[in-house]
């Protein structure tokens, strides 16, 4: 990583940053679940040029900010059903207007982000703008119904009917983890010798992969193709931290250091861990605010996640446009972590795993559940909750019946009854769908038991 920032940022000791942690409390903004603290500031306009890579597999100049197209803006509704496109067409085109003015050009998506409609409302908004203006990228997520061979083919076609284009400049073989799902969904239906021959036609200018599983894996993966490029989540939680064994075996700092030796270029995803890292635990939150008051918790995960060379982009889901103008700051341009920034940040991932966070991402795979939980937010709130301080687990605490107070109210106003981990049956149905290998029955079931406790108060 660069290093030739301001060094007037002493390196911080164990004993100092313990001091600075338990500091936290008195910084934590305790008037319920959901508060914005840690979060970006609204209306922040950013004055600087975009910081640009240079693609060294075919010269492209991308934005180090990549945009994101899984977590798009949504139209109130009444209903949530599967296939209701509400998203909000208008509100999606003024952020990727607003992304590409200020520099960005590298535009992901999937057949499968919001619902199947993100695809189509990429393109609407891209193609008002000149085709050399922008990258985009999109996958074959052919998993489940979708991996025999004619329907792996026919969600190749439609994404370039739906992006309203003759070429991909990014295309991945999307979401393998495992021996099993390259064999079921790439090889034996013959979908991986088609793409590389896409490739070779022009259809695809650049053929990449994206990583969630099994270390012995990564490494065959890594080396078994001649990728253009390869798509792994890297953020200061997970960079060396194969402690965390839920989600994976292997450390984000493996597969970056693997992939430079080799030299395939790197796109980042879930720099935020699908949102925790712009809300951390107000203990870890003190650090960052010790270190600058004034630079929000995602743009830390930001600038750590850019400083690396071998990283061509940065992607991030900005639904709303202060997380676009936040994000946009960091990268206009982008100032590099020192060392002493860079170490606080990893104590800080220690400090975060003495709570018990699910490590959900908020991709939405595991939705629509069939019994109608909304899983993601479920998990949202209990995160939130932990992170802010408004956890009811100790009823010695002097402010527990106010926390008690606010995450059951907060979980009714966010959560429809009907849709709470009270109605899980354990079918079991989303469990493979998570790419974070989250046992989410269990969860719900230990979610539900935490707030039928709360309700008869006896945490």
């Not at 803006?73 to 607003?98: C, F, V, W």
């Not at 600058?292 to 071998?310: C, L, Q, V």
């Not at 527990?400 to 709470?420: H, P």
């Amino acid at each position: 990583m660069d290093n030739n920032n301001d060094a007037s940022n002493s390196n911080i000791g164990r004993r100092d940053f313990i001091k600075l942690v338990g500091a936290g409390a008195a910084l934590a903004a305790l008037s319920g679940c959901g508060s914005k603290d840690g979060s970006a500031k609204q209306g922040k306009e950013p004055t600087g040029e975009m910081t640009y890579r240079v693609d060294p597999k075919n010269g492209n100049h991308v934005s180090l900010l990549g945009y994101g197209c899984m977590r798009y803006p949504r139209m109130p509704k009444s209903q949530d059903l599967a296939t209701e496109n509400n998203l909000d067409q208008e509100a999606i085109n003024r952020s990727i207007d607003y992304a590409i003015e200020h520099g960005v050009n590298y535009f992901d998506t999937s057949p499968l982000y919001c619902k199947g409609f993100s695809e189509k409302a990429t393109g609407i908004a891209l193609s008002r703008h000149p085709r050399n203006k922008y990258f985009i990228a999109t996958k074959m997520s052919n998993r489940n119904q979708h991996s025999s061979r004619e329907a792996s083919l026919a969600m190749y076609k439609r994404s370039f009917e739906d992006l309203k284009t003759d070429y991909i400049d990014y295309y991945l073989v999307h979401n393998v983890g495992t021996f099993e799902a390259l064999k079921e969904r790439y090889i034996d239906n013959g979908i991986m010798d088609f793409l590389l021959q896409e490739r070779e036609s022009g259809r695809i200018r650049s053929l990449g992969w994206s990583f969630h599983g099994d270390g012995e894996f990564f490494d065959y993966m890594a080396l078994k193709y001649p990728w253009d490029f390869v798509m792994i989540q890297l953020n200061y939680f997970d960079w060396d931290m194969t402690a965390d064994s839920k989600r994976t075996n292997v450390s984000a700092k493996h597969q970056y250091d693997l992939l430079t030796e080799h030299n395939i270029p790197i796109v980042i995803m879930e720099p935020l861990l699908g949102g925790r890292l712009a809300k951390p635990h107000y203990k870890a939150r003190a650090a960052m605010t010790q270190l600058n008051p004034e630079a929000s918790a995602a743009s830390w995960a930001f600038r750590f996640a850019g400083s690396f060379p071998n990283v061509i982009t940065v992607l991030s889901g900005m639904t709303f446009m202060e997380h676009l103008q936040d994000n946009l700051s960091t990268y206009s341009p982008l100032v590099p972590l020192n060392e002493s920034e860079r170490d606080m940040l990893l104590k800080v991932s220690q400090v975060m795993l003495e709570y018990r966070n699910i490590n959900c991402t908020q991709c939405q795979y595991c939705m629509p559940c069939p019994y109608g939980l909304d899983i993601p937010e479920i998990i949202a709130h209990y995160n939130r909750c932990l992170n802010e301080g408004n956890f009811p687990d100790d009823k010695q605490s002097e402010d527990y019946k106010r926390a008690r107070r606010a995450f059951l109210v907060g979980l009714d106003r966010k959560i429809d009854s009907v849709r709470q981990a009270s109605r899980c049956t354990n079918c079991k149905k989303c469990v493979p769908n998570c790419p974070q290998n989250i046992k989410i029955p269990e969860e719900m079931q230990r979610i539900d038991r935490f707030v039928e406790n709360l309700k008869m108060d006896i945490v």
